[in-house]
């Protein structure tokens, strides 16, 4: 039987692209052989399919009706990968779950204390605004409301914008500060950083800049380290591939957009910080993320900090919105989340890296907590198509 020949219109120039294209040939490997054709380009580059290129199916981030339309008259399978909107490009869809991106990104602000919040990015992109509206609505469980930087209306309508230093800085020393800063990909939290750079603003003491996605190397080419959304990239590409996979065989397609939740958070030195005033509090927060897996109790904290332990749970609640307790176990769990994902530690060593003397205890808690075993966790994060719909 002949190999089919996959074409794969994504960019090569940014970790999203290059994740996406690696999760498709993941799924090739196991599926195939395929011939891929890829053309390296950057996302703000225009992609097309050349006429003398003859491929069996398509994966392509459609950024415009004119791609769609020229897909289209090629009338082979193909499935988009792009949160774009466009109206031509009714072919089945895989995307990421940028509602629960807000919600981490609401709560990643939240866990260090900060009441000032805002939100940068292209909005004069219809996908932009509905991820700026996502981050808004996360907000409003803690009452707090998102200053919003407006772009310049004449700015180009491509995902290569980016605000020009001389109408962002003014923004950014209006803000409120301390302040946490939600941004549209990994390249504006770049602008951000490099803006506060040249007006003294300190990041992250005053700005905390948080990426809405995180890129392996370009995120970290900058000073302090950009924190980021893990999208789930790869596995975007590899149930891409399969459900391309699927069409060249006679299938069909779904006809509901496959939306894949982001992975974590990559935590960097842009958002290192605790915004909190009370002395005493930021004293026992600082010695409990310190020591949380360490196998300390309340009791410990309330002797390194004296004061009374309602008083201290009182604190909690009102600056973090949990107890010290709640506070302890989320540390723990998100330890464990991390070492079940990028390491190959037995269970019981993980478990007492953790704070905790067995695994059975860790294995109930974090059960409670996520919903599934660490095994089914590690085996889902480890396997790239063990928790794909």
């Not at 005493?280 to 309340?298: E, P």
Request: proline content about 7%; some cysteine; aromatic content about 6%.
């Amino acid at each position: 039987m002949k190999s089919p020949r996959i074409a794969i219109l994504v960019d090569t120039a940014t970790g999203w692209g290059r994740r996406i294209v690696s999760g498709a040939l993941d799924y090739g490997l196991q599926h195939g052989p395929w011939d891929v054709w890829i053309e390296a380009k950057g996302q703000s580059e225009e992609f097309s399919l050349p006429q003398d290129i003859d491929v069996d199916g398509v994966i392509a981030r459609v950024s415009s009706a004119e791609m769609a339309i020229e897909l289209k008259s090629r009338k082979i399978p193909v499935v988009n990968i792009s949160g774009l909107m466009v109206k031509e490009a009714d072919f089945p869809r895989v995307i990421v779950d940028w509602e629960m991106a807000a919600r981490l990104a609401e709560a990643h602000f939240s866990d260090r204390g900060l009441q000032n919040v805002a939100y940068l990015g292209p909005l004069h992109l219809a996908h932009v605004q509905h991820h700026e509206r996502a981050f808004e609505k996360a907000l409003l469980k803690s009452g707090r409301t998102c200053h919003v930087f407006q772009p310049d209306t004449s700015a180009d309508s491509n995902t290569s914008w980016h605000p020009a230093p001389e109408q962002l800085i003014p923004w950014l020393k209006s803000l409120p500060k301390p302040v946490g800063i939600f941004t549209w990909g990994f390249q504006v939290g770049r602008d951000i950083i490099s803006a506060c750079r040249k007006a003294d603003i300190p990041v992250p003491h005053d700005v905390a800049v948080l990426g809405g996605d995180y890129d392996e190397l370009l995120s970290d080419a900058c000073h302090p380290a950009l924190s980021g959304i893990l999208t789930p990239a790869k596995k975007v590409g590899y149930k891409a591939a399969s459900i391309l996979y699927s069409m060249m065989k006679g299938g069909t397609p779904p006809k509901e957009t496959i939306i894949l939740p982001p992975e974590d958070i990559e935590e960097r030195l842009s958002t290192e910080t605790l915004a909190i005033d009370d002395p005493q509090t930021l004293q026992a927060l600082t010695y409990l993320r310190a020591h949380a897996c360490d196998g300390i109790h309340v009791n410990d904290i309330l002797q390194e900090v004296p004061m009374a332990r309602r008083a201290l749970e009182r604190r909690f609640a009102k600056l973090l919105g949990r107890s010290p307790a709640q506070e302890m176990r989320r540390i723990q769990i998100n330890q464990a989340r991390k070492l079940l994902t990028r390491t190959d530690l037995p269970m019981q060593e993980i478990a007492e890296a953790c704070g905790y003397t067995s695994y059975t205890y860790l294995g109930n808690i974090f059960k409670k907590e996520t919903g599934i075993s660490p095994g089914r966790y590690r085996k889902q994060t480890r396997n790239i198509s063990a928790d794909l719909p």
